[in-house]
């Protein structure tokens, strides 16, 4: 096995991982076996579990942002940008990949971590102010909404549903936040 898939077979593992039980609850051992390399790969590519989580955790947010950089940049209307960007295919009952992250303490107490997701939700807000902005001044949306203001309000409903649909185990109460929140564009 190569040097980098070795290392890329690490990140994904980490990644996964990280989605399904978060930072407190992953051990090396659960990421080599995932991973299916050996105990010695971890530390030749990372200094240390934090260095692979953090890179992780990056690749997790850039995934994010590029996904929804290519929903923001089609030519369809803000409305259905933002209809695309809400039901892009996110697991409701596993939870946001840098979301779910906010309830891990862990996570949490590491300045680094925290860093990158906070990055990754301005970027992502001002990603989706320019989308309302355009949308507001072609008269596709609201004119009452103010851009910035709304562009956190998806974010938030975004993270609300996906927390409430963890929660219950069913993607109902998502679909009926995305719904609802769609009404309120029209």
Sequence with gaps: MTNSISREKLIEATRDLL????????????????????????????????????????????????????????????????????????????????????????????????????RMFNSLAKMLEGVLAVGIAAGQLPRTLKPLDAAWMVIAMLQGGLVCAKVGQSRQPYESAIKSFLCLLR
């Excluded at 051990?27 to 260095?51: C, E, W």
């Excluded at 953090?54 to 409305?79: M, P, Q, W």
């Excluded at 960007?85 to 590491?110: I, P, R, T, Y």
């Design 19 to 118: 989605w399904e039980k978060g930072l407190a609850s992953i051990s090396p051992r659960n990421i080599l076996d995932r991973a299916g390399v050996g105990q010695g790969s971890m530390y030749h590519y990372f200094k240390t579990k934090r260095d692979l989580v953090i890179e992780a955790i990056k690749r997790n947010a850039d995934e994010l942002l590029t996904n929804a950089s290519v929903i923001f940049g089609s030519g369809d209307t803000a409305y259905r940008k933002i209809e695309a960007f809400l039901d892009c295919g996110v697991s409701a009952q596993m939870g946001c990949k840098l979301g779910n992250l906010a309830a891990d303490h862990e996570v949490m107490s590491d300045t680094d971590m925290v860093d990158i997701i906070n």
